[in-house]
């Protein structure tokens, strides 16, 4: 957007996001931008929490292409100097926002040894997704079931709760820490005993026709999002001159004048095109002579003085 400020910490903040509220599309996509004198900028979302109060995010990464924001998440923690330790942690972030957490994007993981389950936040809650992780004293270097654990989940989330179970490691004290986290995140030799944070990738989905109206030139398309049982129509922007070739060409379908811009460059290509068409078909249908002062002959006259000749 003219006149806002396009990245925050090094990470681009692309239109309908917007550093400010006078530079996002609305509240939900609105970007604060903070020093902490210590690691710099960094960009932070905003979610309603239970309606009532707000939380804030660290945003790590915005992709117009996948339509997803990753997040800094914190992980669900637990420790115990018993047996085994219950757990089970709400997250409701996502509650009437237009933010899902992405199916194809993310995984369940289990750092430290015990269960880990991820559970529908609904009246009927029914298990979705679930790892077993074993306690070793040995140093691991992958995630396949000794002192981390992970699961893929089903379809994209929008409430939901984590439940963990941490078994009793060789140590006197066991933690154990679970979180849905980024598909590309690789498993690392963490402390459970610390405050551990992943990324976590969120899909975004216009709800309402009307959240994207007042977007000239945008050419809106629906698309299905799986929810649980449901499928939910959400909507989205394409230049109506390149469809899903705009992201191919960098071009952000959600400012105006970036589709208005490439309109015009294709009319313009296109007139030139129809001119030099239109240019070559008359040089045909008039002929052409090099030796000639005029270049231009009528077929039918040289034809008849090569005859004479």
Not at 138 to 145: A, E, F, I
Not at 200 to 205: D, E, P
Not at 209 to 233: M, Q, T, V
Not at 295 to 301: G, K, Q, S, W
Request: glycine share 6%.
């Amino acid at each position: 957007m003219p006149g806002c400020n396009d990245t925050c910490g090094g990470v681009t903040i692309p239109f309908p996001f917007g550093v400010g509220p006078d530079c996002a599309l609305n509240d939900s996509y609105t970007i604060i931008c903070v020093d902490n004198y210590v690691n710099g900028l960094k960009p932070y979302l905003s979610f309603l929490y239970q309606s009532v109060s707000q939380v804030f995010v660290e945003v790590l990464e915005i992709s117009l292409i996948d339509q997803t924001v990753t997040i800094n998440k914190s992980a669900t923690r637990i420790c115990s100097d018993h047996w085994q330790a219950d757990l089970t942690m709400a997250n409701y972030l996502l509650d009437g926002s237009p933010f899902f957490v992405a199916a194809e994007h993310n995984k369940l993981m289990l750092v430290g040894c015990g269960n880990a389950f991820l559970m529908s936040a609904s009246d009927g809650p029914e298990i979705l997704s679930g790892c077993t992780s074993m306690c070793t004293n040995k140093k691991v270097t992958g995630c396949y079931g000794l002192n981390c654990c992970q699961a893929s989940i089903p379809y994209h989330l929008g409430l939901y709760t984590l439940n963990i179970t941490a078994s009793q490691n060789f140590t006197s004290r066991t933690c154990t820490a679970a979180s849905l986290v980024d598909q590309k995140w690789k498993f690392q030799d963490l402390d459970p005993k610390t405050d551990m944070f992943f990324p976590l990738v969120l899909s975004w989905a216009f709800r309402n026709y009307s959240d994207i109206d007042g977007i000239s030139s945008c050419s809106p398309k629906i698309r299905s999002l799986a929810i649980g049982s449901r499928n939910i129509p959400t909507y989205y922007c394409e230049c109506r001159a390149l469809g899903d070739d705009a992201w191919s060409y960098h071009i952000n379908p959600y400012l105006s004048d970036a589709c208005k811009y490439v309109q015009d460059t294709l009319d313009s290509f296109k007139s030139r095109i129809l001119f030099g068409v239109y240019t070559l078909f008359r040089f045909q249908c008039r002929g052409w002579n090099a030796t000639s002062p005029d270049h231009y002959l009528n077929p039918v006259r040289q034809t008849e003085e090569d005859i004479q000749q």
